[in-house]
């Protein structure tokens, strides 16, 4: 394991915040304009068709974009976001066991900053697409973006 990897391990034990207990998706990378999350499928995920629930596939998408422009390479300087919009498209149905949703910077500025992302499941199927459009926090955190 590099130098590189251990400082990126360390920032996965972040504590998980309350709807991540509950949902129960982990944190599985987390870089510079990248956030990947995972979620094993369980049956209190499912709607009344059996499949997993559309607000899933948002929460994570919502998560992983507003993660994927809050890395900081100071786990003590910590960088936070909120939720301007988001645009979810649904594209497929899972048919595999996990949902696994990446999200990517696309652009942005000093206080706010543009994601895409996708979920698909571990038989590669695409689930869903989304947009976002986020603020950073005012704080502490925003001396900590300014110097990146």
């Known amino acids: 394991m590099t130098l590189s990897d251990e400082k990126n391990l360390s920032l996965h034990r972040e504590d998980p915040y309350p709807l991540q207990n509950h949902l129960g998706f982990e944190l599985k990378e987390w870089r510079k304009n990248f956030c990947l999350v995972e979620l094993p499928i369980k049956p209190f995920l499912l709607n009344r068709y059996g499949i997993p629930h559309g607000g899933i596939h948002a929460a994570l998408l919502d998560t992983a974009m507003g ?73 502490a955190n925003q001396n900590s973006k300014k110097k990146e």
């Open 67 to 139: 993660y994927c422009a809050c890395y900081s390479e100071n786990p003590n300087t910590p960088i936070f976001a909120m939720t301007l919009s988001l645009t979810v498209n649904y594209l497929g149905q899972s048919t595999g066991n996990t949902l696994i949703a990446e999200a990517h910077q696309t652009g942005g500025g000093r206080k706010t900053f543009f994601a895409q992302g996708s979920v698909t499941d571990d038989t590669g199927m695409i689930i869903a697409t989304a947009t976002g459009v986020f603020r950073f926090r005012a704080g």
